[in-house]
Nanobody
Framework: QVQLVESGGGLVQAGDSLRLSCAAS????????MGWFRQAPEKEREFVAA????????YYADSVKGRFTISRDNAKNTVSLQINSLKAEDTAVYYC?????????????????????WGQGTQVTVSS
């Protein structure tokens, strides 16, 4: 059974930084692209970033480019999201997910449908 467990969220001030982590088990983690999404209250789940199985390719939503960095460590079965210069609008529950497909270009993997396993989420709250 695939399990994804996010951590690292919290209450922070605008302008602060956070590093979210996602620990994966139950699948050959290194063979699949991974993604991060977020969901604010009363809003749909929103794509944030994706990373290829090797980590050599990354793709970001326009709203987070330049502030968010996705990375992975296949030896440790983890994927991380570094968030800098946090804004109030970044407040959301952040989820990591594994891709259904090993081979699709990550730039096409921007909807929840492209992912089949999800973590429980970690709350990020930014006060202004």
């Amino acid at each position: 059974q695939v399990q994804l467990v996010e951590s690292g969220g919290g209450l922070v001030q605008a302008g602060d930084s956070l590093r979210l982590s996602c620990a994966a088990s139950g699948r050959t983690f290194s063979m699949y692209p991974m993604g991060w999404f977020r969901q604010a209250p009363e809003k749909e789940r929103e794509f944030v970033a994706a990373i290829s199985w090797s980590g050599s390719n990354t793709y970001y939503a326009d709203s987070v480019k330049g502030r968010f960095t996705i990375s992975r460590d296949n030896a440790k079965n983890t994927v991380s999201l570094q968030i800098n210069s946090l804004k109030a609008e970044d407040t959301a529950v952040y989820y990591c997910a594994t891709s259904r497909s090993r081979h699709r270009p990550i730039a096409t993997m921007t909807t929840p449908f492209e992912y089949d396993y999800w973590g429980q989420g970690t709350q990020v709250t930014v006060s202004s």
